[in-house]
């Protein structure tokens, strides 16, 4: 009676057991076959610890079980091989928002402008090859202011007047080109003696100062390119004698014959300037009373300004 008694307990436990081992198969996931050899026949009590899963990707969190209260071990990295620089990664925190996205930059407009664009800047090529740049040609101007020595002489009635002296030369020029280099114009030149030396027969004469003036007209060619210019004009000039300081003249000549030549040369400062230097002569006939004659002679140099 007790044999039997202990064979049903026995039954009993052994149907417990393979009831416990079919309802852990079915609880425990599926995992890799494992390359150990198989565990001893007598069936393990069930354990709540799950084995280790296979390591997921570096950029996706790591797997977590379906089946509340196991606990999943994370495998750590491979040692970096020999060599290459160690890099620590931090697993990302699943339980974490993801960082807002900026959105892409959008490029600036271009901006907008009300003006016409500027013109380019001419060169200095261009502005050689403009018409009129440094050639003698269209409109004409030039002014000259020297020194010079003058000399004026008479004989009338056995009588012989001398004057002699610096005098300031001034002349003005305005006129136009014929042709390129060749140029037409009108003169007025005017000579200014200040304080002369007057000797009439010999006996010297106070006077305050003398002039003489000039109208004529006049042509001037240009050797290009070296830009030296030499002319003459031809007109009628008188002289006026003051002896004191007053503005009437004391004595003066009718109109007569005026002669003057020009030889300069003159050096480009801009596209239509010039400066430069000039030899002149200038020779004046003019009648002094009834029978008299008075003669003028003056040489002289003066610095020069044209437009052209």
């Known amino acids: 009676m007790r044999v039997r008694g202990c064979s049903a307990w026995l039954a009993i436990m052994v149907c417990v057991a393979l009831i416990s081992r079919a309802h852990a198969d079915e609880v425990r996931p599926s995992a890799p076959p494992a390359t150990t050899t198989a565990p001893t026949p007598t069936p393990p009590p ?8 296979p390591p997921a990707p570096e950029s996706s969190p790591p797997a977590t079980s379906a089946t509340p209260g196991l606990v999943i071990h994370e495998i750590p990295p491979p040692p970096p091989s020999y060599g290459s620089p160690t890099q620590t990664t931090s697993a990302p925190d699943p339980a974490a928002p993801a960082a807002p996205t900026s ?18 800047t001419a060169t200095q090529d261009d502005i050689t090859k403009r018409p009129g740049y440094r050639t ?31 005098s300031i ?22 000579i200014a003696m200040p304080s002369p030396s007057v000797t009439v027969d010999d006996e010297e004469r106070n006077v305050d100062r003398m002039a003489a ?22 007109g009628v000039g008188k002289v006026d004698v003051y002896m004191t300081e007053s503005d ?15 030889v300069g040369k003159e050096w480009w400062t801009g596209p239509q300037w010039a400066f430069g230097a000039a030899a002149h002569m200038l020779f004046m006939t003019v009648p002094d009373g009834e029978k008299g004659t008075l003669t003028l002679f003056s040489v002289g140099v003066s610095a020069t300004a044209t437009y052209n």
């Open 46 to 53: 069930p354990s709540t610890t799950e084995p280790s899963a």
């Open 103 to 120: 959105p892409p930059a959008l490029s600036s407009p271009p901006p907008i402008t009300l003006l016409p664009p500027s013109p380019t």
């Open 136 to 166: 003698h040609d269209g409109f004409f101007f030039r002014a000259s202011l020297g020194l010079a020595s003058t000399i004026a002489f008479e004989e009338q009635d056995g009588r012989k007047l001398n004057i002699g002296g610096l």
């Open 169 to 190: 030369p001034l002349s003005l020029a305005v006129g136009g080109t014929l042709v390129p280099n060749l140029v037409l114009y009108g003169e007025m030149h005017v």
């Open 213 to 234: 003036a000039a109208l004529s007209v006049g042509t001037s060619y240009y050797l290009m390119p070296y830009n030296v210019h030499f002319g003459g004009s031809i």
């Open 248 to 262: 009437e003249p004391d004595g003066s000549t009718g109109a007569g014959l005026a002669l003057r030549l020009v």
